[in-house]
């Protein structure tokens, strides 16, 4: 059985920092991406980063380029998600999402990674509250 558990999440001041961390166990588990969505209070779950294995690239969402960045390690089944310059309006939990090879586009769609139906393993959630 897969688990991916996320950690890092806590209540921060606008413009302030935090690192989320998810790690992922299971005895066949492998991914050709992991990424992080967030779900805020009445709001339906968006996209926010994604990180294919292969080709290291990297997709985010608008509204947090220039401030996430996230990176892991392929070997070791972890994802990081470095948030900075936090604003109020990131206040969700944010969810660890990794794509299985039989689950995960080709090569040619990669850019597709952002959409949540490549993902069949996701974690449980860590909050994140970002006070004005």
């Known amino acids: 059985q897969v688990q991916l558990v996320e950690s890092g999440g806590g209540l921060v001041q606008a413009g302030g920092s935090l690192r989320l961390s998810c790690a992922a166990s299971?005895?066949?588990?492998?991914?050709?991406?992991m990424a992080w969505f967030r779900q805020a209070p009445g709001k339906e779950r968006t996209f926010v980063a994604t990180i294919r294995w292969s080709s290291r690239r990297t997709y985010y969402a608008e509204s947090v380029k220039g401030r996430f960045a996230i990176s892991g390690d392929n070997a070791k089944n972890t994802v990081y998600l470095q948030m900075n310059s936090l604003k109020p309006e990131d206040t969700a939990v944010y969810y660890c999402a990794a794509a299985p090879p039989e689950t995960a586009p080709p090569e040619t769609m990669e850019s597709t990674l952002t959409w949540a139906r490549w993902y069949a393993y996701w974690g449980q959630g860590t909050q994140v509250t970002v006070s004005s």
């Open positions: 299971g005895r066949t588990f492998s991914s050709k991406a």
